[in-house]
């Protein structure tokens, strides 16, 4: 049985060094990320693919790059909530408590309700004793 996580052999009848070999190559992670990269080349502001590709640069362990683009999604849907929050997150998995505070304030303000999430992300582990946290919650009656 094939392992999962593994790339078949390449397939019979494509060229080695073909751009297709390359392709059958790549992990599906890899694609995606010079996929939407090659997007955004052509249309840096759209936003949905903005998103797409923070979440992979985020799952490749890419937490500067993908904050860049966090940063872009604030500056492009300034009024929506889970932008800031998808900030928010960012910046306390860069440790950069203040920062991910004050934007998951702004979150907050602009209407993010979901505290349940809020108080479980994973991402917010070393914010949860911060008492600017706690005093958020409080304010909005979630402690």
């Not at 860069?94 to 702004?106: C, G």
């Amino acid at each position: 049985m094939a392992h999962p996580s593994k790339r078949p052999h390449q397939p019979a009848g494509i060229p080695q060094g073909s751009v297709i070999a390359m392709l059958a190559e790549r992990s599906q992670l890899d694609f995606e990320l010079a996929f939407f990269q090659a997007i955004l080349d052509k249309l840096p502001n759209y936003a949905e693919v903005l998103q797409a590709h923070a979440g992979n640069l985020t799952t490749k362990g890419l937490i500067k790059e993908g904050l860049k683009v966090d940063q872009k999604l604030v500056e492009i849907r300034a009024h929506d909530p889970m932008m800031h929050y998808q900030l928010a997150c960012r910046y306390a998995a860069l440790k950069q408590a203040d920062m991910a505070i004050k934007t998951l304030r702004q979150a907050v303000e602009l209407g993010f309700r979901d505290f349940r999430t809020m108080i479980h992300e994973r991402e917010f582990a070393t914010l949860r004793k911060d008492r600017r946290f706690i005093e958020l919650l409080k304010e909005y009656g979630e402690l």
